[in-house]
């Protein structure tokens, strides 16, 4: 997590003043070594390869994902971009079924080499796709006439601006909540249900299933996405509340996939409304400041969750998650019912 907080922001400002397809390719390429790196080690005195490898691969995934995001309404239509996000639920889901399952398997078959060879060949097989996309350019052409202005910086623009604080204070609070939850998932299955690795697994492919479906449920969503930010993210509190009583694994699983299928939903409301709003000029600044902050947040939070739990035992810390959720969804719609979006946009736009 430590990357981000110095990467992310940088990776978002590059998104706002360089081709984003070459910055894409590039960051891509230049994770190859360091994906590749494990292949190097061979006892404990190379363990600092390890280290070293994953800091980079973070740091290049901090660059990466404000520009991927800043990407997308670039090359969306605003009336697509609930669909574009229902399919980001997909692939999020697909990396927790698919991905770590596949991973295991083919460890357990070819050599745990065989997944680092992998995933080196992922980010060149990406950087060959990225080659044939053409993103536009969010600037727009000025004639030698037209005065060029400066415009204010990205902390006056965003503090200028209900909405986008409202966006800040979403991204700063909820990974305080998703940082217990995501530990509190592997306790479920290792202690409180004894079910081992393998329950781990399952409660994980639960976990990733939710979001798959709750992909499918974006022609719903077309209007009024402030409300089913704030209802959806509640539900995903009450189902915390759930998960702290459960008497069963299986009926743990079902919570767990409850929990991401609402989840995903606020999720895919949220970015897509978040999209709306920052104007595309600005967006690589602001995706690149809510992935630090989110994502800086979730590691203090799975940290201290570590600490809570040598505390407090693991359903009364999951009521206290699900507790938590539900005073945030009430800041939020204060938050929202304060904010004229249609008026922000275009004050935004302006600025």
Known sequence: MAPFLLAAPIGGMLADL????????????????????????????????IYTGAFFLAAGDAFYSPVR?????????????????AIEQIMVGAVLVVGSSTGGIISYLFGL???????GISFMVSALFLIGLTIPSAEKSLKQSDPVESGPSTWKFIFGSAAL???????????????????????????????????????????????????????LLKRKLVPLIVIFIALEGLGHLILSSVPTFSHAIVAALFITF???ISNICL??????????????HFFGLTEMISKTTMGISMGAAGFLLELFDPRTLS?????????????????????????EKKQLRRM
Request: proline share 5%.
């Open 18 to 49: 360089f081709p984003k397809k070459s910055l894409l390719i590039t960051i891509d390429l230049l994770r190859v070594p360091f994906a590749l790196s494990p292949l190097l080690v061979q006892g404990q005195e190379h363990l600092w390869i």
């Open 69 to 85: 995001m800043a990407s997308i309404p670039a090359l969306v239509k605003q009336d697509r971009l609930l669909y574009v996000n």
């Open 113 to 119: 080499q065989a997944p680092f060879i992998l995933d």
């Open 165 to 219: 604080l409202t966006f800040i204070t979403i991204e700063l609070t909820m990974p305080l909540a998703n940082g217990v939850d995501n530990v509190l998932m592997s306790v479920y299955a290792l202690e409180v249900f004894k079910m081992g690795d393998l329950g781990v697994g399952f409660i994980y492919g639960a976990l990733g299933l939710g979001f798959i479906i709750s992909s499918f449920f974006s022609n």
């Open 262 to 264: 609402v989840g995903g």
């Open 271 to 284: 970015s897509t409304l978040t999209m709306k709003i920052v104007p595309k000029s600005q967006q690589g």
């Open 319 to 343: 009521f206290w998650v699900g507790s938590t959720y539900v005073f945030f969804t009430i800041v939020y719609a204060i938050l929202f019912s304060r904010v004229d979006l249609i008026k």
